[in-house]
């Protein structure tokens, strides 16, 4: 077994919940990988203007053997929560250990 996890902002970039992106996501994990874990934590970068930027986010670790298929399931979830949220990238560290900035595509809605 190896662990995964994907990171999701409280709130979207306009300052609103973004509940349904993360009941998404916990029912997605849940069902696909038999369960996941939640953290409440704080995550920060820097803008294009060179301030710190902070935000609330939500830390969803879960277990699964390692493999592509379940690297792919994975990124395919997190593409959904992070259009679902209206993100423009979603922090993912897939089973093999892989860390990717997954940038989320807009040009379909998601319901």
Not at 10 to 31: F, I, P, Q, R
């Amino acid at each position: 077994m190896r662990e995964a996890r994907i990171i999701l902002p409280v709130n979207g970039n306009d300052g609103l919940s973004v509940e349904g992106a993360h009941k998404y996501l916990k029912m997605s994990l849940a069902s696909e990988f038999g369960g996941f874990s939640a953290i409440k934590a704080d995550g920060g970068w820097v803008d294009n203007d060179g301030a710190l930027q902070e935000e609330p986010v939500v830390i969803y670790d879960v277990a699964a053997p390692s493999g592509v298929l379940e690297d792919k399931l994975l990124h395919d979830i997190a593409r959904v929560a992070g259009q679902k949220a209206g993100q423009i990238c979603v922090y993912v560290k897939d089973f093999s250990g892989n860390v990717e900035l997954i940038k989320i595509n807009h040009f379909f809605a998601v319901a």
